[in-house]
Each structure stands twice: as structure tokens, then as C-alpha cells.
């Protein structure tokens, strides 16, 4: 089978064994954090699958009010669109998501993964280390990433990244863009534009 595709009225497929990494209150964590507690809370009483999406095929789940998929391994492909209300992706390494026209969109991922939503109300991931996360064209973004990721928000309202390690972050046409340097310290700008924690 090339793609596994999931079509849901109400709930697509969910990892339960995936859990978000544990954050610090406050700023973009606790709003993200927010956002998985409703996605387990939905995910307890009105899970069809624990199966997920199978490493290496495409996974896409669009139309109903909510879709939520997860991953039977690391490097999934999830795609998850036009859905009334809510999109929520977990997977493990190496893998990537991408989210688009839906109200929000929740995204959990460990190390070497590529989220990506656009044409979206708010866009909220917890990712790991080597990060590349995306967001455009969105009232709120909010990501903690791990060392080494890269983030950019895009023709967006409110930009809030939470770094744990070393990070670059680029915002271009934002109303306000704040980047927290959870190891210590402020962030720096950078001659290219973009803040940093750690070096440039």
C-alpha cells in the first residue's frame, strides 16, 4: 500500500504511547501544553485507533471537525487539512508534518523533524533537537524546540519560541515576536535578521 489515508467525522488515529516533552509554565510551553491536554483528554474517550501511520508511506487525514495522528514508528509523513477545528500530529524522530487550512493545529515530534502549517488560526509543536519548524500566515505560533532547530514565522500575528539548547529564529512581517532562551540569557540579534540563542 502506498498511503494510508484517514478520513474521520470525529477522531483519526492517535500514539497513545507519544507523550509531549514536560515544559515550564508559562509563554508558549503552557499554551502548547494546553493544547495536548485536550488533544489526550479527546483522545481517552473517543479514540477509533491506537494504530497510527506507518513509517515511510503517506499519512493524510482531512474533512470532519478533528483529526489526530500518530506514528507506529519514527520518519512518518502526516498531512493533516481541511478539517473544521482541530489538526494534532505525535510522532518520533525524523519525521515530518504538515497542517493547513484548519482553526489549530498541535504538533509533538522528538529530534530531526519538519513541521510545517500555514493558513491556520493558531500553530502550536513540541519538537526536539534539529527542529525545522514553520508557520505562516497564522494569528498565533508558538514552538519549544530543542538545541539546534531553526523556527520561522511568517505573516503571523504573535511569534513565541521557547528554546532549550542553541536555536535561530526568523520573523518576517510579525506584530510581535518573542524568543526565550530556556538555558539562560537573552537572545541576540543576528546580522542576517534573524535572533538567537546561543551564537549566531
Known amino acids: 500500500?502506498?498511503?494510508?489515508?484517514?478520513?474521520?467525522?470525529?477522531?483519526?488515529?492517535?500514539?497513545?504511547?507519544?507523550?509531549?516533552?514536560?515544559?515550564?509554565?508559562?509563554?508558549?510551553?503552557?499554551?502548547?501544553?494546553?493544547?495536548?491536554?485536550?488533544?489526550?483528554?479527546?483522545?481517552?474517550?473517543?479514540?477509533?485507533?491506537?494504530?497510527?501511520?506507518?513509517?515511510?508511506?503517506?499519512?493524510?487525514?482531512?474533512?470532519?471537525?478533528?483529526?489526530?495522528?500518530?506514528?507506529?514508528?519514527?520518519?512518518?509523513?502526516?498531512?493533516c487539512h481541511s478539517v473544521g477545528d482541530t489538526c494534532g500530529t505525535v510522532?518520533?524522530?525524523?519525521?515530518?508534518?504538515?497542517?493547513?487550512?484548519?482553526?489549530?493545529?498541535?504538533?509533538?515530534?522528538?529530534?530531526?523533524?519538519?513541521l510545517t502549517c500555514h493558513s491556520v488560526s493558531s500553530c502550536g509543536a513540541i519538537c526536539g533537537d534539529n527542529c525545522d519548524y514553520s508557520c505562516e500566515s497564522a494569528s498565533t505560533c508558538g514552538v519549544q524546540a530543542g538545541s539546534g532547530s531553526t523556527i520561522r514565522c511568517t505573516s503571523v500575528s504573535t511569534c513565541e519560541a521557547d528554546c532549550t539548547g542553541t536555536c535561530h529564529v526568523a520573523c518576517t512581517n510579525v506584530s510581535t515576536c518573542a524568543v526565550h532562551c530556556l538555558g539562560g540569557g537573552a537572545p541576540i540579534s543576528c546580522p542576517d535578521g534573524t535572533l538567537a540563542c546561543g551564537p549566531c
Open 91 to 114: 510522532c518520533g524522530n525524523g519525521c515530518s508534518s504538515l497542517c493547513h487550512d484548519v482553526s489549530t493545529c498541535t504538533s509533538s515530534c522528538g529530534s530531526d523533524c519538519n
Open 1 to 79: 500500500m502506498l498511503s494510508r489515508i484517514a478520513r474521520v467525522e470525529r477522531l483519526g488515529v492517535v500514539d497513545r504511547t507519544a507523550r509531549p516533552r514536560s515544559a515550564a509554565p508559562g509563554g508558549a510551553v503552557a499554551r502548547v501544553a494546553a493544547l495536548f491536554v485536550a488533544i489526550a483528554s479527546l483522545a481517552a474517550t473517543d479514540c477509533k485507533t491506537a494504530e497510527g501511520c506507518d513509517p515511510g508511506e503517506a499519512c493524510v487525514c482531512s474533512g470532519g471537525s478533528d483529526c489526530f495522528l500518530g506514528c507506529t514508528g519514527d520518519g512518518c509523513s502526516q498531512d
